[in-house]
């Protein structure tokens, strides 16, 4: 039993690790700077201290689903290898948007990007349902994040 909770421990680690330290390697390798700050941007942009700490805790909030979901691969073993693939497809989006977006300086690819991300994500929660609910939970505001980071980028192509 111990070693059984130590290995839910580890892997738990293991996911917080690949989103928080994605997440952040993806956000240090390609800061907004100076091009980011010079565009035009909606009144409804909210001021650049947010997004730290909203991203923070998306990413512990998506570990905690994906690890819930790889604890019920036993129970659920189709359901919970389906969500998981579509997690593992949303959060090669979610990586890749910040290098499109201010490595590249591309806000129109970009939003082809999170546009994708959206639908992966919705079908990583549909996916999930069947196999945690709690899980699934725990992506809602995720995609309702995404849901506003899509119309943030929408609107700052738009003005540029």
Do not use: H
Not at 23 to 38: D, F, I, K
Not at 65 to 93: G, I, K, M, Y
């Amino acid at each position: 039993m111990a070693a059984r909770a130590a290995g839910d421990v580890l892997v738990l680690a293991g996911f917080v690790v690949v989103c928080l330290g994605g997440g952040a390697a993806s956000g240090l390798a390609t800061p907004p700077g100076e091009w980011y700050a010079s565009l035009a941007k909606p009144a409804w942009t909210p001021p650049a201290w947010v997004f730290g700490p909203a991203w923070t805790i998306l990413y512990a909030m998506m570990a905690v689903a994906a690890w819930r979901l790889w604890r019920r691969r036993a129970a659920r073993p189709r359901e919970s290898r389906r969500a998981l693939a579509l997690f593992a497809v949303q959060l090669a989006l979610n990586l890749s948007w910040t290098p499109v977006f201010f490595g590249m300086q591309r806000p129109d690819l970009a939003l082809a990007v999170i546009l994708l991300l959206w639908v992966a994500i919705a079908a990583t929660i549909l996916a999930a349902w069947k196999a945690c609910k709690t899980a699934a939970a725990l992506l809602l505001p995720y995609l309702a994040w995404v849901t506003f980071a899509t119309a943030l980028n929408m609107a700052i192509w738009r003005l540029n």
